[in-house]
């Protein structure tokens, strides 16, 4: 069974910076895409931006320019550094990855990290 788990969120001033970390634990597995997704209360659950094993990387329109995704492969770690956030970035920030198991190939999803953006 594979998990994910994030860290990194909290409050933050507008203009201001925040980074997260999610790492996926478990055995037999291989990640093909990792990422990360954001809720706000009353929304849908939206993109923010994911990066594939073989580099690719795609962003949310609202998110481009702001933040960066990354990871570190032999970790099964991904981050999301935030920059300039805004108050509309407040929202439970979601850790996602599609993993290849020895079976089959599933989507995980972590608990969730609270980003509050806020003077």
């Known amino acids: 069974q594979v998990q994910l788990e994030e860290s990194g969120g909290g409050l933050v001033q507008p203009g201001g910076s925040l980074r997260l970390s999610c790492v996926a634990s478990g055995s037999g597995f291989s990640i093909r895409t990792m990422g990360w997704y954001r809720q706000a209360p009353g929304k849908e659950r939206e993109l923010v931006a994911t990066?594939?094993?073989?580099?690719?990387?795609n962003y949310g329109d609202s998110v481009k320019g702001r933040f960066t995704i990354s990871g570190d492969n032999a970790k099964n770690m991904v981050y999301l550094q935030m920059n300039s956030l805004k108050p509309e970035d407040t929202a439970v920030y979601y850790c996602?990855?599609?993993?290849?198991?020895?079976?089959?190939?599933?989507?995980?999803w972590g608990q969730g990290t609270q980003v509050t953006v806020s003077s």
């Open positions: 996602y990855a599609r993993i290849r198991g020895m079976f089959r190939t599933a989507d995980y």
């Open positions: 990066s594939t094993s073989g580099g690719s990387t």
